[in-house]
């Protein structure tokens, strides 16, 4: 069997097929160092349902309330109940997936090893009705190690296969084409790149030094999406949210490129969903870049007041942590490609993460003593050396200092010191009482009713001006290109679907370039948690699905 693609879906169908006794050969163009892919450089979140964590946390969940979240998020439209439809595989995968985290997810993870931060983040809040986007409940459990500490122990069984000579791993084999004979994929061929000692995230050689061609009963296609290839994103960007950014920083690394999407589509498979796609909001410019324009994404608690470029603030659901997608609809409609949090002192240090396996070192490095850091007073280390070297931070003591350090930061006289006083002045007074029409500070006292909030993520209300809680900071926000929600589109074992809705025999696929199964599993929205999730999933199936099909 090949395997095209070494990240986490690529992984997981290589063990699978590999614990199956069959013979796989996985393939990827970038060094041994890439090995994982993204999942590496990931915050290690997953979505699970009912789980212990949430149980201890006092968080009640089931299938039937993740389920319906799923679907207020997804909005499944493309004629799902049609077997020619868009939508019709992303909904059942959708249904397969949501069984998978309410049932044996935590356990098969937990068993080769897999722990979790005892805090259940609550992730993607929503900010409409019970049926609309959004997560109910927290469900967003991050891994002990973050993303290598899951990338680590499937990688394990791989290099123990690879010891055994049940998996082959060769590094800087670029696949150019998949072929066939009699209309079934029997192999690739492509080009052997010079070895590279590039590091895990930087940009490796492209030289080629030789071809190479391979035969197998079946290829599996695990290559991920395009968010690293900013041209191909602003090509599929989706008309219902307006002009494409012009400005953007990546969230991934540049061999995220979406070629192998192109290529399996010239094989004869369909893709579907182009125009669903997964980017943040709140991306800050990477002071210390791996890779080119590198960003890196806050994940923030919901206090911040959310402004645009000009000052005027965004209405529900565009707060921080409720609606992503809503709030880049909000961002683009201004015809500006940033905008601004104003927070304070008290907001950052209890409300700022960053988003990233390097970005929480303590997580990373399975630190209990550094982690445990974290309910102490002080910004986590990270989240301060952005506030020092950082372009995208103003620290003010007074709010007219704030302002002309915003516009100072911009070029341009966009905010005015009038305006943004006037609307933080208003939102202040809905402090004073317990209650308030204010939706976001209904909201955030709603959030510290959640214990895992109030202990470590959501700060107590109180005045934005209050010098008691200063300095007073503004950052600017970035459009951060992240993931691809459409993609291939695949049955319930994997296997690409032509035009007509037909298998390709011989070719699979699963991961980021399956949409994370059937072409969009996630429909228009992510719950998050679920992309490391979606790789695991699919790549399991998958990969159990070729071991039968090829017995």
């Known amino acids: 069997m090949i395997v095209v693609g070494a990240g986490l879906a690529g992984l997981a169908a290589a063990a ?10 996985l393939l990827d163009q970038e060094p041994d160092a890439a090995l994982g892919g993204q999942a590496y450089w990931s915050f290690g979140g997953l979505f699970l349902v009912d789980s212990p964590e949430q149980r201890r946390l006092g968080v009640r969940d089931s299938a039937d309330l993740a389920w319906q979240d799923w679907l207020g998020s997804a909005g499944f439209d493309r004629d799902p109940h049609d077997p020619a439809g868009e939508d019709h595989w992303g909904l059942r995968w959708a249904r397969a997936y949501v069984d998978f985290a309410a049932g044996e997810k935590r356990a098969w993870l937990h068993a080769m ?45 791989v290099r123990e296969h690879a010891a055994a000579g049940r998996v082959e ?53 695990t290559s ?90 965004f209405p529900a659901p565009a707060f ?46 399975k630190d209990v003593r550094a982690t445990l850091g974290r309910v102490r007073s002080g910004a986590p280390a990270p989240v301060a050396a952005f506030m ?21 930061l911009t070029g341009e006289k966009l905010v005015s010191l009038a305006e943004l006083e006037r609307q933080i002045v208003a939102r202040d007074r809905e402090i004073d009482n317990p209650f ?24 107590a209300p109180h005045r934005i001006l209050d010098p008691r809680h200063g300095p007073l900071i503004a950052v600017r926000l970035n459009i951060l290109t992240r993931k691809t929600l459409g993609g291939l589109q695949t049955d319930l074992s994997g296997r690409v679907l032509d035009a007509a809705g037909e298998p390709i025999p011989g070719l699979y696929a699963a991961g980021e370039v399956a949409g994370f199964g059937g072409g969009g599993v996630h429909g228009y929205r992510s719950l ?20 039968v099909a090829t017995a």
């Open 16 to 25: 699978e097929l590999a614990d199956a006794g069959r013979r796989v050969i």
């Open 388 to 408: 020092e070297r950082g372009e995208d931070f103003v620290v003010a003591r007074t709010l007219p200092e704030l302002v002309a350090g915003m516009n100072r």
């Open 436 to 459: 308030a029409k204010d939706l976001q500070v209904t909201a955030l006292r709603g959030a510290r009713r959640y214990r895992g909030d109030r202990l470590v993520r959501v700060a």
């Open 113 to 157: 090893g897999v722990r979790w931060f005892p805090v259940v983040g609550w992730a993607e809040r929503g900010g409409g009705l019970a049926d609309g986007h959004g997560n109910s409940v927290p469900r967003f459990h991050v891994t002990w190690g973050t993303g290598p500490g899951l990338v680590d122990p499937f990688e394990r069984r």
């Open 320 to 365: 921080p942590g409720f609606d992503t997608l809503a709030t880049l609809k909000a961002i683009s409609d201004t015809g500006f490609d940033h905008s601004w949090f104003v927070l304070t002192r008290t907001i950052i240090e209890k409300e700022f993460a960053l988003s990233g396996s390097e970005q929480n070192p303590d997580l990373t490095a």
């Open 224 to 313: 991920g999406g395009i968010g690293g290839n900013v041209d191909l994103v602003r090509e599929n960007w989706p008309r219902r949210l307006g002009r494409p950014p012009r400005d953007v920083v990546v969230g991934v690394p540049a061999h995220v490129d979406g070629r192998m999407l192109g290529i399996t589509e010239a094989a004869g498979g369909r893709v579907v969903n182009r125009d669903r796609m997964w980017h943040y909001t709140e991306g800050l410019r990477n002071w210390d870049p791996i890779w080119d324009r590198h960003g890196i994404r806050i994940l923030p608690g919901p206090s911040s007041m959310w402004f645009d470029a000009r000052g005027r603030r």
């Open 169 to 221: 791993l060769r590094f800087r084999h670029r696949v150019d084409a998949l072929t066939s004979t009699d209309g079934t994929v029997d192999g690739v061929h492509g080009a052997v790149l010079e070895p590279s000692r590039a590091a895990r995230g930087t940009a490796s050689s492209r030289v080629v030094t030789g071809e190479f061609a391979l035969s197998a009963q079946a290829v599996v296609v």
């Open 528 to 547: 998050e948690g679920t992309f490391l999730g979606g790789c695991l999933f699919t790549g399991r199936q998958t990969g159990r699905a070729v071991a």
